[in-house]
T-cell receptor, first 111, second 117 residues
């Protein structure tokens, strides 16, 4: 089976840095993606890691360690608009494109 | 980036009726489309994988006779919730994927909120 674990909620102030961890148990693991979803909206793609290491995209970075079955999303210079749910999602080799989502982390940014 | 549309965005129906939701890739050909369901404050749960011209593959626990999926063209997939009941009320989201591309070339539609009275 597959499972992904991430914290349920994180609260931080504007300008701070937040790290959302994701541990996974996925057979045939291929890569880890991160999505942002605002209330009532569709998920939007943030970052993808197919290889170990850090991927940086503006204020958002994502990291993967295959040996530890672990990844994280780093949100820097937090803004109020970053208040949303963040999901890690794994992809496997047996079904290209198919995503298994974690439960999601609610990020609350306070003034 | 590529655009995926869903129609309708919201639908309210009576218990026992059927509802059809359309998912369209507007500017690319989607060899595969995925259908997800999301209950409030929960994650996206994959319901089925839809490949153009073939039968959909349903995830365990999803009733294929209740959730009918048709992927008749490379730009359109439809999900029909048959004999809907209040417990089917949820947020249904499709995503469209272009085979052979990187994983980040999967695009999500805006979702359809279904309320069954």
């Amino acid at each position: 089976g597959q499972s992904l674990e991430q914290p349920s909620e994180v609260t931080a102030v504007e300008g701070a840095i937040v790290q959302i961890n994701c541990t996974y148990q996925t057979s045939g693991f291929y890569g880890l993606s991160w999505y942002q979803q605002h209330d009532g909206g569709a998920p939007t793609f943030l970052s993808y890691n197919g290889l170990d290491g850090l991927e940086e995209t503006g204020r958002f970075s994502s990291f993967l360690s295959r040996s530890d079955s672990y990844g994280y999303l780093l949100l820097q210079e937090l803004q109020m608009k970053d208040s949303a749910s963040y999901f890690c999602a794994s992809m496997t080799t047996d079904s290209w494109g198919k995503l298994q989502f974690g439960a999601g982390t609610q990020v609350v940014v306070t003034p | 980036g590529a655009v995926v549309s869903q129609h309708p965005s919201r639908v309210i129906c009576k218990s026992g009726t059927s509802v059809k939701i359309e998912c369209r890739s507007l500017d690319f050909q989607a060899t595969t489309m995925f259908w997800y369901r999301q209950f409030p404050k929960q994650s996206l749960m994959l319901m089925a994988t839809s490949n153009e011209g073939s039968k959909a593959t349903y995830e365990q626990g999803v009733e294929k006779d209740k959730f009918l999926i048709n992927h008749a063209s490379l730009t359109l997939s439809t999900l029909t919730v048959t004999s809907a009941h209040p417990e089917d009320s949820s947020f249904y989201i499709c995503s469209a994927y272009q085979s052979g591309h990187k994983p980040d070339t999967q695009y999500f539609g805006p979702g359809t909120r279904l309320t069954v009275l």
